[in-house]
T-cell receptor, first 111, second 111 residues
Framework: EAQVTQNPRYLITVTGKKLTVTCSQNMNHEYMSWYRQDPGLGLRQIYYSMNVEVTDKGDVPEGYKVSRKEKRNFPLILESPSPNQTSLYFC??????????FGPGTRLLVL | KQEVTQIPAALSVPEGENLVLNCSFTDSAIYNLQWFRQDPGKGLTSLLLIQSSQREQTSGRLNASLDKSSGRSTLYIAASQPGDSATYLCAVEAAGNKLTFGGGTRVLVKP
């Protein structure tokens, strides 16, 4: 089954404790991206990757890192999480200018 | 900067009525426009993708139109059912390799 998977689905952590949210897709897509969704602000792009070893900032990259060492994986790293990073995070993959497929989301609470 | 607006923010209709959801965008230089469905606490499911050269796309009871020059798209859902209750999001893809999302329309179809 073609899908985008994210782990963990739910995470509660404390300020400053490094965490990684994994994203994996099995559709051989070159393009992957991360979004966060917040009430009243909608979905905003954090980072995207056009291919392996190629990443770029989206609209709200501050406080996040990403890496793209393999085509199928695109982890999101929060080196020192803060409460304002409490959000619902989505990973997406696709072919450029074609349908984007979204993962199920990761709900993060930073205390 | 591209801005995407969806009005109304919420809509309630009786079962069987046709749904009309609106999406407007400020910059007509887009590659495509995509409609998504989001159920509470869940990820986004792609419904329809309209390329910038197309005027409309259809899938079952769903029909989406695109008028790039006026910066508008409309999603029609025929003969609505309670299972259509969800939030519907539109997003445009433009230069910069990202999707810019509208705020969504929350739809409730009453039995």
């Amino acid at each position: 089954e073609a899908q985008v998977t994210q782990n963990p689905r739910y995470l509660i952590t404390v300020t400053g404790k490094k965490l990684t949210v994994t994203c994996s897709q099995n559709m051989n897509h070159e393009y992957m991206s991360w979004y966060r969704q917040d009430p009243g602000l909608g979905l905003r792009q954090i980072y995207y990757s056009m291919n392996v070893e190629v990443t770029d900032k989206g609209d709200v990259p501050e406080g996040y890192k990403v890496s793209r060492k393999e085509k199928r994986n695109f982890p999101l790293i929060l080196e020192s999480p803060s409460p304002n990073q409490t959000s619902l995070y989505f990973c997406a993959s696709g072919t450029r200018r074609e349908t984007q497929y979204f993962g199920p989301g990761t709900r993060l609470l930073v205390l | 900067k591209q801005e995407v607006t969806q009005i109304p923010a919420a809509l309630s209709v009786p079962e069987g009525e046709n749904l009309v959801l609106n999406c407007s965008f400020t910059d007509s230089a887009i590659y495509n426009l995509q409609w998504f469905r989001q159920d509470p606490g869940k990820g986004l499911t792609s419904l329809l993708l309209i390329q910038s050269s197309q005027r409309e796309q259809t899938s079952g009871r769903l029909n989406a139109s695109l008028d790039k020059s006026s910066g508008r798209s409309t999603l029609y859902i025929a003969a609505s059912q309670p299972g259509d209750s969800a939030t519907y999001l539109c997003a445009v893809e433009a230069a910069g390799n990202k999707l810019t999302f509208g705020g969504g329309t929350r739809v409730l179809v009453k039995p």
